[in-house]
């Protein structure tokens, strides 16, 4: 019997109503917000007060599928909880901001203040600071948050509070800016809109919402850290496996649940165990003997191994630090996870009956234990209510005598108070959507425990919309396998399990599942902004593309353009793109297309990912279109292309015509011109190598021609690799720091062709010039790019073009020099991030009206890391706005600055007398011997143990106490 199509639709509109309602109980608040409900995300009026908007960050190590999880991906709502960071599904180790990737969104309007209070709670002891991508940062450029350029690192225990003008309008994101750590979750949005009035392109389009932000970045497997190491020490791969758009992917996939109830392996420590179908969520309990189990497993037997919280069954039972023991009827509860010394298993999601009691369970033919379905309608009647939106589940059991029936025949569709039995074919059903019997924590008596759908109080609408989203996906694609089934009945058939012995009826067929994807809703004949930002770590550009959509794109970086309709456009590692999408389509479901280019390309992994545009009242399904690597390709005009000039098909950024009026910066000579050589040199570097145990030429040639040992290769910028300097300059500038600086005029007695040249590379520029850069990838090594980040500036992108494979910065200053470089100087792009062609140049200007020690670098972050970077310092140190009072301080010291004379120093006392040296002999000398009965008062020893004055020691309390931990401007 297939499900009539009202009775979907009766479904669907209670979970509706059910998920609203639980939306409006705010009731908990969690101690690490997400902000999502933030009052400065508002709408922007040309005469609103502008407000201080204040955030608090708290970075830590964390993990994917953690058991804040619970039975992520096999119950989809589980994905959706606060704190799941599901990812692409692989576990590993990951930093997070208030355990979110990515981190809280920051949506202000222009003109707002923004205060962030980052706490550092990083378990591996490392410093951190958190850059504002595309903030200029105008009088504020010690709050630009570069480690060791404008600020010490903020340290383990340490908090820090940034504080800064929402001045730049646009689409942009905040990420750490030390080590490594963006590439493992430490990164978020970051808009800053505009009253219509002042938006160039408000008529375009009808809705700029919060859930239409897009965050991309390639992901690699593990930390960061450990495939950069391995990738640089030990000739391991480090090429991306997947993308994540908004933190979301679909890569690994996970076996069907057991039969047996064993566990799965995937990274949450859920064991789902089903009950009349339906999959009970939190930590799942297994009846088998003598089974190992990870993590949070239990285990209803003796002999079974145990890890670190599992509970054993025995007349002492134990309990681990987060469990509670509630007796009733004997049976113990705990938060998560509970034991029964009789024998019996109880989760706090498991409903009781009023007595106390655990509902009557039976076994199937696969030891699985289920409940009849008059159980299930009596426990509903039981469930606590004190929560509202567990009121409204409750009020919700019996649905089955709205027309719902119970079973299905043999499609094993059964719908018992909104739980869809699937059998064992692992579907998520209904309980995707939290309503399955007992989804979440209910209560037993006196001890409450949170629901799932108190859980969902904290969630955005956008996030309600998906996971019921997901879940109309789901239910579809059940009623669809029912009609395959119910045609080919011999094939993969499923029976309803019911009471009784089954063993003569075919097993139900499994069916694997996956984390689930974004999702984006709109409305047909409505205008949608869209704003997508990349988080890129490797070099991997990522093609964008909505399928049967044109998309305008309107902005880059945050300054608009003159619109250009496209198919598709590429985005780089730094780089924000806005674009409109014109819902004129069919209602339906469409992909949204992400298809990874070089180290990300079809040479390598064929990374790509989707995610889905669903209009509004469509059928919850996946579009019918592939996504394999080569169909998410899309023809037609083509955005920002991979070292490609523009043709018919592509357009480069320096053909768009800006909409913010022309500059000084546009005069036809600047002031000051840089030709800035990129690539990667073949030099032996310490890092990396060791000439006399290792050296490079020995890794070239170790394997298949060594051609795999071309990352090891330094990428520099006209041959110098940067280091940081001792201290922070802008905060901390000392003629220390300024003999640390370089540039290509400082190793006369070194060829920086053969040997490594490394210093903190800086050019220095005066303020009020109007400066050229020509960037050139010469290209001689490897085809890759380097999309280039300035902090401080926007530029003007006057020229871009792709030479060859390869090129020099002789030849390009050549080409100029003949006038054969024409550049665009009226109407150019601003832009912060801008490619560069491998083999290639791209030409920007900039008036030089910010002072501060601004960083510009490779924004893949592998490249920076090794080297990548320079430091442009506009105007001299006294021309810089000065750091706030009790800026904290940080750098270099060595002993041989704290050097004492001998005779200053304190004498040691002598060793307390004992019973072995009681008898001592006479002294030698005539001299009486001196017995010290105290240690010196620090009164008595200042004068002699203190060196004089000098000028780099503190005068003032202050300044004291600008070293101690932590700072904020409030403790002045």
């Not at 009052?39 to 993990?63: H, I, K, S």
């Not at 969520?281 to 993590?295: K, L, P, R, T, Y």
């Not at 109880?346 to 369970?361: D, K, L, S």
């Not at 299905?408 to 018992?416: A, E, P, R, V, Y």
Request: glycine share 8%; hydrophobic share 30%; net charge negative.
């Amino acid at each position: 019997m297939i499900v009539p199509t009202h009775i979907w639709s009766l479904a669907l509109s209670v979970l509706n109503l059910v998920f609203r309602v639980a939306l409006s109980d705010s009731s908990f608040k969690s101690r690490l917000p997400d902000y999502r409900d933030h009052a400065c995300a508002r709408e922007c009026e040309e005469d609103g007060a502008p407000l201080t908007c204040q955030y608090d960050f708290t970075l830590e190590y964390y993990y994917t599928l953690t058991q804040a999880c619970y039975g992520c991906p096999y119950n989809t709502t589980d994905c959706f909880r606060p704190h799941c960071v599901a990812a692409d599904g692989v576990s590993r180790g990951i930093m997070t901001v208030n355990r979110m990737m990515p981190g809280p969104a920051i949506r202000v309007c222009e003109g707002d203040t923004i205060i962030v209070n980052v706490k550092n709670k990083l378990e591996g002891g490392e410093g951190t600071a958190i850059h504002w991508h595309g903030i200029l940062q105008s009088k504020t450029p010690y709050m630009d948050g570069v480690a060791m350029l404008t600020q010490c690192p903020i340290n383990r225990h340490q908090t820090f509070q940034y504080k800064f003008l929402a001045e730049t309008p646009g689409t942009h994101f905040w990420h750490a800016h030390a080590g490594l750590q963006r590439a493992d979750g430490v990164f978020g949005a970051l808009v800053i809109r505009q009253p219509k009035s002042r938006d160039y392109h408000s008529a375009l389009y009808d809705h700029d919402l919060p859930e239409h932000s897009i965050l991309l970045n390639d992901w690699i497997g593990e930390m960061g850290a450990s495939r950069f190491a391995g990738h640089h020490h030990a000739m391991t791969e480090h090429l991306p496996e997947s993308i994540l758009i908004n933190g979301r992917a679909t890569l690994k996939t996970f076996p069907p649940r057991s039969e047996g109830g064993a566990h799965n392996g995937h990274g949450g420590h859920m064991m789902p165990m089903e009950t009349n179908g339906h999959q009970l969520a939190g930590h799942s309990m297994h009846e088998s003997s003598g089974n190992q189990h990870n993590d949070h497993a239990m285990h209803e037997s003796s002999g079974n191994q145990h890890s670190d919280h599992m509970m054993r069954e025995s007349s002492g039972n134990q309990h681990s630090d987060h469990m509670m023991q509630h007796e009733s009827s004997g049976n113990q509860h705990a938060g998560h996870m509970m034991h029964g010394s009789s024998g019996n298993q109880h989760a706090g999601h498991m409903m009781q009956e009023p007595n106390g009691h655990q509902m009557p369970m039976h076994s199937n033919d696969n030891g699985v234990r289920q409940t009849t379905s008059s159980d299930n309608e009596n426990s509903m009647d039981s469930l606590p209510t004190t929560n509202p939106a567990m009121h409204n589940m409750h009020n919700m059991h019996n649905m089955h005598t709205m027309g719902m029936p119970t079973t299905h025949g043999d499609h094993s569709m059964g719908m018992n108070t909104m739980g869809m039995n699937g059998g064992d074919h692992s579907m998520h059903n209904m309980n995707s959507m939290g309503m399955n019997n007992g989804e979440g924590h209910m209560n037993n008596g006196d001890n409450e425990m949170p629901s799932a759908m108190e859980s969902l109080t904290t969630l955005s609408n956008s996030d309600l919309e998906q996971m019921l989203a997901n879940s109309e996906h789901q239910m579809h694609q059940m009623h669809q396998m029912s009609m395959r089934r119910r045609r080919s009945a011999n094939e993969n058939s499923v029976t309803a399990p019911t009471t009784s012995d089954d063993s003569d009826k075919p097993s139900p067929s499994p069916v694997s599942v996956q984390t689930p994807h974004s999702i984006f809703m709109v409305k047909q004949g409505q205008r949608y902004r869209f704003r997508v930002a990349s988080n890129g770590v490797n070099n991997c550009p990522i093609e964008f593309s909505v399928d049967n959509h044109t998309i305008i794109v309107i902005s880059s970086d945050g300054t608009p353009f003159k619109p250009v309709h496209v198919q598709s456009f590429n985005i780089f590692a730094g780089e924000r793109y806005d674009f409109i999408l014109n819902a004129n389509k069919p209602s339906g479901n469409y992909w949204i297309r992400t298809r990874g280019l070089a180290d990300c390309g079809s040479d390598y992994n064929s990374v790509s990912q989707t995610a889905i545009l669903r209009y509004e009242g469509a059928m919850p399904m996946f579009p019918k279109e592939s996504t394999d690597y080569d169909a998410m390709e899309r023809s037609g005009m083509k955005l920002n292309p991979f070292n490609k000039n523009s043709d018919s098909h592509t357009m480069n950024v320096d053909r768009l015509e800006s909409l913010i009026p022309d500059d000084i910066s546009l005069k036809v000579k600047p002031d000051r011109v840089f030709y800035l050589g990129m690539d990667f040199n073949m030099i032996e570097n310490y890092r990396f190598n060791d000439p006399d145990f290792y050296p490079l030429q020995h890794m070239m040639h170790k394997e298949g021609g060594g051609g795999h040992a071309h990352h090891m290769f330094s990428p520099q910028i006209n041959k110098i690799s940067y280091s940081a300097p001792p201290s922070p300059p802008l905060s901390q500038y000392t003629k220390d720091i300024e003999d640390s600086f370089c540039d290509h005029n400082s190793f006369k007695e070194k060829n920086c062709k053969k040997e490594l040249c490394e210093c903190t590379h800086r050019v220095k520029i005066k303020l009020g010039e109007v400066v050229e850069m020509v960037l050139v990838d010469e290209g001689k090594h490897m085809d890759n790019n380097h999309p280039m980040h300035m902090h401080g500036y926007n530029f003007r992108v006057v020229a871009m073009e792709k030479l060859g494979n390869s090129t020099s910065v002789e030849h390009v200053r050549l080409l100029d020099d003949m006038g054969l470089i024409n550049r665009k100087l009226h109407r150019a792009i601003s832009k912060d991030t801008v490619t560069v062609p491998d083999g290639g140049y791209t030409i920007i200007r900039f008036h030089a009206t910010n002072p501060g020690f601004w960083l510009f670098h490779c924004h893949i972050a592998f490249h920076m890391e090794m080297g990548m970077s320079m430091v442009i310092q506009v105007g001299e140190p006294e021309q810089m706005p000065k750091p706030p009072p009790n800026f904290p301080r940080c750098g270099d010291w060595t002993p041989k600055e704290q050097e004492q004379p001998e005779e200053n120093l304190c004498p040691s006392p002598p060793p307390p007398p004992s019973a072995a040296n009681f008898a001592i002999d006479p002294p030698t000398s005539t001299a009486a011997p001196v017995v010290t009965t105290s240690s010196p008062r620090p009164s008595d020893t200042i004068s002699s143990t203190v060196p004089p004055k000098t000028s780099t020691q503190f005068t003032s309390t202050s300044e004291v106490a600008s070293d101690l931990p932590g700072w904020n401007p409030t403790d002045n």
